[in-house]
């Protein structure tokens, strides 16, 4: 079945980056598109990106631009969020998804909560 | 702010039917098919209930049907149960970005 397994809760500090994993198993790995998106407590989600396994070509939402990377590695499967310059607003719970068919997000990691504090 | 609009709050008793809007514009609900619907119950991932508009996933009951009406999407539940008590967010896009909404509660009384 297909699983998204997310890395481990981050502390950070302001200014520091942190950069989540994605490992992906059940099916072809560059088959489809790994979207990134976050939730702050408490409020609603937040689409971040997505970057293509098979191209490399990633999609970022403005809000993000020159702030985010998104990469992959294909031969462990897995898929990376990096994002730089931290302040207290990027506390979050950070999720990966898989689409289904063009921007459905049908499977989900567990998510990631990064805690940015001082 | 979101650039798709939800009400913040439904209700309903076990068993009635609710309906949640969700209004975007010409530009992306009413410019495509690519409506999505996603339940979250606290502390877990969101799930997806409905896609391109009017669809379900394998193993998503038929008594959650989506809709749409020009700029506005819609997503009914029929035969309220406690475990719909949960969030729920629409999606959409335009051009290249995926856009979301600010998500409503439903609370089953």
């Known amino acids: 079945q297909v699983q998204l397994v997310q890395s481990g809760a981050e502390v950070k500090r302001p200014g520091a980056s942190v950069r989540v994993s994605c490992k992906a198993s059940?099916?072809?790995?560059?088959?489809?598109?790994i979207y990134w998106l976050r939730q702050a407590p408490g409020q609603g989600l937040e689409w971040m990106g997505w970057?293509?396994?098979?191209?490399?070509?990633?999609g970022y939402a403005e809000k993000f631009q020159g702030r985010v990377t998104m990469t992959r590695d294909n031969s462990i499967r897995t898929a990376y969020m990096e994002l730089s310059r931290l302040s207290s607003e990027d506390t979050a719970t950070y999720y990966c998804?898989?689409?289904?068919?063009?921007?459905?997000?049908?499977?989900w990691g567990q998510g990631t909560l990064v805690t940015v504090s001082s | 702010q979101s650039a798709l609009t939800q009400p913040a709050s439904v209700s309903g008793s076990p068993g009635q039917s609710i309906t949640i809007s969700c209004t975007g514009t010409n530009s992306d609900i009413g410019g495509n098919d690519y409506v999505s619907w996603y339940q979250q119950h606290p502390g877990k991932a969101p799930k997806l209930i409905i896609y391109e508009v009017t669809n379900r996933p394998s193993g998503v009951p038929n008594r959650f049907s989506g809709s749409k009406s020009g700029n506005t999407a819609s997503l009914t539940i029929s035969g309220l149960q406690a475990d719909d008590e949960a969030d729920y967010f629409c999606s959409s896009s335009r051009s290249s970005t995926l856009l979301i909404g600010g998500g409503t509660k439903l609370s089953v009384l």
């Open positions: 998804a898989r689409n289904y068919g063009y921007n459905e997000l049908q499977f």
């Open positions: 059940g099916y072809s790995f560059t088959s489809y598109e």
């Open positions: 970057v293509n396994p098979n191209t490399g070509n990633t």
